[in-house]
């Protein structure tokens, strides 16, 4: 219960940091919705399925959890460049 709180409480900020980063160029909003959604995701079996049913994340949780065998240093930097690959992808469809 107090997992299932902190990742509520987690997801919240961090949407809220995602929107405040859509309005203020210099804060990467994307990553921190992100980040929001996977907290979420964890929290809750009903966003849980309801992103897994989405084809863009699912290909992102499938390379993330490809790389568990990597190092810390090398997940921080396929977070940023899935972060950037779904940014890019997301406005080129407009």
């Known amino acids: 219960m107090i997992k299932r709180f902190a990742l509520l409480t987690a997801a919240g900020l961090l949407a809220v940091l995602g929107v405040i980063g859509l309005l203020v ?9 992100l ?14 399925q309801k992103m897994n049913h989405n084809p863009a994340y699912r290909r992102w949780r499938r390379r993330w959890d490809a790389s568990a065998g990597l190092s810390t240093w090398n997940r921080i930097k396929l977070s940023f460049w899935l ?12």
């Open 25 to 33: 160029p210099v804060i990467p909003g994307i990553l921190f919705l």
């Open 83 to 94: 972060s950037v690959d779904t940014t890019v992808k997301a406005f080129s469809r407009r």
């Open 35 to 48: 980040m929001a959604a996977a907290c979420a995701s964890l929290a809750s079996d009903r966003v849980h």
